[in-house]
């Protein structure tokens, strides 16, 4: 006679294996948007890895095609960590929290710019904001404005808004590209907010609590190069999980 825990213990191991095969092929099925034409894409050696290498790509004829020389960037002091892009998460994959000092994997859309120039060189279309005072970037889990951009009408003046204030007079941030991790409109709370590319410190001898940094003016040719209208994407992988996915993909 068959037991009752015998069935469903089948039961539970049909259950994973579904739910195992299903994911397996959600990732799998993953390619690049066809409308996207830009990208970045930035390869380090490990999921340990602080650092990165970094190479601008624009298709052309449906082929993507380097764009100059590759460049280093520094990541989170802790690595890299599976993030909340447009790519799939592998089932079973740890993911970003907030304050874990790794910088999300995958594949991500690109946002606007923040920094402290009244302008600077950049894509007509390209959203730019001179940071003042009153920008807040929300990086408290419990607020419905986690992982946005709050402008206040007044100065900030509770300890809540002062933490939550753009960095100001610091030259690791006078130039920030929003990369959307966790962005809005599906943000989750605990799940890892403000992500950019940033000018890193120290030369790039300094890791980061989960940002891509590097040179100004890297960065800033960078952001020159970036058209909206090519929904530019930006790709974080460790070396090996770039050659998996490099093919079912469609990476460059």
């Known amino acids: 006679m068959i037991s009752r825990h015998w069935i469903y213990n089948k039961r539970r191991m049909f259950r994973w294996f579904v739910l195992f095969f299903a994911s397996l092929v959600s990732v799998c099925a993953f390619e690049l948007p066809a409308s996207s034409s830009q990208c970045l894409v930035g390869i380090a050696d490990t999921w340990n890895s602080s650092s990165a290498t970094l190479q601008f790509y624009q298709k052309s004829s449906g082929q993507w095609k380097p764009e100059g020389p590759a460049w280093r960037a520094r990541l989170g002091k802790s690595g890299l960590i599976w993030g909340s892009g447009i790519s799939p998460v592998p089932s079973g994959a740890i993911t970003k929290k907030e304050g874990d000092m790794r910088s999300p994997a995958g594949v991500f859309n690109l946002g606007g710019v923040w920094g402290y120039d009244a302008s600077i060189r950049k894509n ?13 970037w929300v990086e408290d889990p419990a607020s419905p404005q986690y992982n946005r951009n709050v402008i206040l009408d007044h100065e900030p003046s509770t300890p809540w808004e002062k933490k939550q204030q753009m960095k100001q007079n610091d030259p690791a941030h006078a130039l920030k590209l929003f990369i959307a991790h966790n962005a809005p409109p599906k943000v989750v709370p605990n799940a890892g907010s403000s992500i950019f590319f940033h000018i890193w410190r120290g030369g790039g001898t300094i890791t980061t609590a989960g940002c891509t940094t590097m040179d100004e003016a890297k960065l800033r040719a960078l952001i020159a190069s970036i058209d909206p209208a090519r929904q530019p994407l930006y790709i974080l992988l460790p070396k090996a999980d770039y050659e998996k996915y490099r093919g079912p993909w469609k990476l460059p």
Not at 124 to 136: A, C, E, G, I, M
């Open 124 to 136: 007509p279309k390209l959203f730019y904001r001179k940071v003042t005072s009153r920008d807040l």
